[in-house]
């Protein structure tokens, strides 16, 4: 059986190194050393939410970080930091750990602010390091008096203690010093509490609360589920919206960690018109919103504009200017067949936003697909190559020139690359519309595309630029497509199917070989022979019979059939051929469009050279039709940024507690005077002694000032002791 000492000590909190656990809990909590500790963690999570981009999409992540980090760093949340649940329990318990310390504390400074401290004793003074002594003529009844008028003059709050062998005059000033620590902790506990009300705590609770469910994008297109919405009463939010130019709307869109929710809102909101000014590079310089609000309670409308740092506040709701993005505008294309001998277009319509299905041009690409219009932009600032510049050739920006380019070394990076060197001499230029679409197979599998409505010259050249990447985090890389004569494609697409046509290979490999070597005597094997090589290699460039197209295709069958010795000599032979057949190709492609034979110049001799490079780069664009961009009706929107931070007030009152706190931590000083007026033969004997909790040149400076009047007034006067004096 137990004895009565461990019942008892069983019905207490069990004690550690003779102490309750709570008490060590809460000494922990309001301990200096764990305030600084939560101060530091949260210094240091703000220095990374400054450097780190909040909320931004998971590509850009990826983008900046790569994969793996991205990945490990987003469970950290990161990416979201002052919603993390790490980071508001840091604050939560701060508030708790300051709360602790002005509770215990503050009593204490309260009590010592009203403290004279006038029973000190005279061995006490006498150990003070600002320290004076000196005769008076004045009785030791009359001199308190006189001491207490002078100090109180100086500011100074006095009391006397009358004791049987003296007098004590206790003086203090700059009391208030300590309110500057009581509210300095004050508005650490205010901004805290100010900041989780305006963090992501409130909206989870009344998540919680009225048993709110997320949802998909898909669901919301097929109408707002009330499951997933919050009511205006919602006392924080920051949410966004998309509106487009004469669209209405009364909801916004809250992004969490699963999914979506809409939000209500008080008012009504309409964009009447974007507007947005450029510089003269074609940078943006300036957008606004001119927008109508709608109060359904008054009935009041009445108009505003939004831009940038210039918000517009209506019912304790925050409408900033985020950004700007496509409204939905109209787009008309025409498809360019990659593959087969067909060279002419198709028309196609479509909204940027959305999509269609492509099943009925089965025929023209050889599968189904879908195309998703995903972005739309009127203006596209580039840095171009500047004209006459030192620079390497177009052919170089792009794919390498036929001659110098090894075809053993034909890989995406290579010869699909980005539109400028970054080391060549540039400038921004504006280079007009382009479209961004994707392409998505029966499987899902997607690939994105970014093609330029305009030609762009580049070093005296004129091509169109047509982007592909495989993945979000991918850059684009442009296949360069020279334009004719005429500034069109049309000369390339009949270049392109004429290469598809096997009679037109033919013709075209004899005419050349004919053209070539039909003067020598005997030639007959020996054209027959070129001939047949050249249309060899028309057809391993055209991709018959071969999974590979293209200079790819070349240096495959190479490799398989020349031994090692002999492939720089084989391949400077077969790339001969292959450009003299293909100026016969593409006269026979002007032929058949009974138009006249090219003028064998530097004109028609660059474009069959650009052709050539970017047919053999069709087979690493991914894709059997190229979209290009005709017409448009364009439509903008502008992006909103909603906040209701009724945390914003709280945290703007912890900013004054904290400038009154450093004020008057800074600026006020608490010194104290003690004066011991005894009896003496001539008169009164008067012992001084200052002290301050922080020695400073001012309290120097004040306690010579002291000692001098004193000297002044004093009949006999002592050294004064002290280490500043």
Not at 9 to 17: A, D, L, S, T
Not at 393 to 417: H, K, R, W, Y
Not at 456 to 481: C, E, H, Q, W
Not at 535 to 555: D, N, S, T, W, Y
Request: proline share 5%; hydrophobic share 40%; with cysteine.
């Amino acid at each position: 059986m137990s004895s009565s000492g461990d019942v008892a000590n069983n019905m207490h909190p069990r004690k550690i190194g003779g102490q309750s656990a709570w008490v060590s809990l809460l000494e922990l909590l309001g301990s200096m050393r764990f305030a600084i500790s939560l101060l530091t963690l949260i210094c240091i999570a703000s220095a990374i939410g400054t450097v780190v981009g909040q909320s931004d999409p998971w590509v850009n992540y990826v983008n900046q970080f790569g994969p793996f980090w991205a990945s490990f760093f987003e469970p950290m949340g990161l990416f979201r930091i002052y919603n993390a649940p790490w980071f508001i329990a840091v604050m939560a318990f701060l508030v708790v750990s300051t709360s602790l310390c002005v509770y215990r504390n503050t009593p204490k400074m309260i009590k010592e602010m009203r403290v004279y401290r006038e029973n000190i004793r005279e061995n006490s003074l006498k150990a003070f390091a600002h320290r004076w002594e000196g005769q008076f003529n004045e009785k030791p009844d009359a001199l308190p008096g006189i001491i207490t008028e002078w100090l109180e003059h100086k500011g100074f709050k006095v009391k006397l203690s009358v004791r049987s062998n003296g007098t004590m005059v206790a003086a203090k000033a700059g009391s208030a010093n300590r309110f500057g620590y009581i509210a300095a902790h004050l508005s650490i506990i205010v901004i805290c509490v100010g900041g989780l009300l305006d963090s992501g705590v409130p909206l989870q609770v009344a998540v919680w609360a009225t048993g709110k469910t997320p949802v998909t994008g898909a669901e919301i297109t097929e109408g707002i589920p009330e499951k997933a919405r919050l009511g205006s009463a919602n006392p924080s939010y920051r949410a966004n919206l998309l509106l487009p130019e004469g669209e209405t709307s009364r909801v916004a869109v809250l992004n969490t960690d699963d999914g979506l929710l809409i939000q209500d809102l008080p008012f009504e909101l309409t964009l009447k018109e974007f507007r947005i000014d450029f510089y003269s590079t074609g940078m943006p310089k300036l957008f606004a919103s001119d927008v109508q609000v709608f109060d359904p309670e008054t009935q009041e409308r009445f108009d505003a504009t939004i831009e940038v740092n210039k918000p517009l506040i209506y019912k304790g709701v925050t409408v900033f200017q985020s950004s700007f993005d496509d409204g939905g505008t109209k787009v008309q294309l025409k498809g360019i067949p990659l593959n087969g001998a067909r060279d002419y277009r198709f028309d196609l319509d479509g909204v940027v936003g959305g999509g269609r299905d492509l099943s009925q041009l089965q025929g023209d690409m050889n599968q189904e697909m879908k195309i998703e219009f995903t972005a739309f932009k009127s203006i596209n600032v580039e840095a171009l190559p500047v004209e006459n510049s030192d620079q390497v050739s177009v052919d170089d920006l792009a794919l390498g020139n036929a001659d110098t380019l090894s075809p053993f070394e034909t890989n995406l990076a290579s010869v699909l690359g980005p539109g400028v060197k970054e080391d060549a001499k540039t400038k921004f230029t504006n280079i007009g519309p382009s479209i961004t679409y994707k392409l998505r197979d029966q499987a899902g599998q997607a690939r994105e595309f970014h093609n330029y409505m305009l030609p762009i010259n580049l070093d005296g050249g004129r091509y169109y630029l047509a982007g592909v990447r495989d993945t979000p985090m991918d850059s684009f890389k442009y296949l360069r497509i020279p334009v004719d004569e005429n500034g069109q494609l049309d000369g390339f697409m009949r270049f392109r199917a004429s290469l598809q046509d096997g009679e037109i290979r033919r013709v075209a490999s004899q005419r050349f070989a004919q053209q070539a070597f039909g003067d020598r005597p005997d030639s007959a094997q020996l054209v027959t022979s070129v001939a047949d090589s050249a249309q060899r290699a028309l057809e391993k460039f055209a991709g018959v019979g071969g999974e590979l197209a293209g200079l790819p295709a070349i240096a495959q069958f190479i490799e398989n059939t020349v031994p090692d010795g002999e492939r720089e000599k084989a391949s400077d032979v077969i790339i001969r051929l292959l450009q003299g057949a293909m100026w016969e190709v593409y006269q026979l492609s002007r032929t058949t469009a009974s138009l006249a034979p090219a003028v064998p110049d530097d004109v028609h001799g660059q474009f069959v050279q650009d052709a050539q490079i970017a047919l053999s780069d069709l087979s690493l664009y991914g894709a059997p039709v190229m979209f290009q961009l005709d017409q448009f009706d364009e439509v903008k929107a502008s992006v909103f940024q909603l906040a209701k931070a009724p945390g914003q007030w709280i945290v703007y009152l912890g900013c004054l507690f904290l400038c009154i706190g450093v004020f008057s931590m800074f600026y006020i000083r608490e010194r104290r005077a003690f004066f011991w007026v005894t009896d003496s033969e001539s008169g009164s004997k008067v012992m001084m002694g200052m002290s301050t909790t922080r020695k400073t040149m001012d309290f120097e400076k004040e306690y010579e000032q002291f000692v001098d009047e004193l000297n002044s007034r004093a009949s006999t006067k002592a050294a004064p002791a002290g280490d500043a004096v």
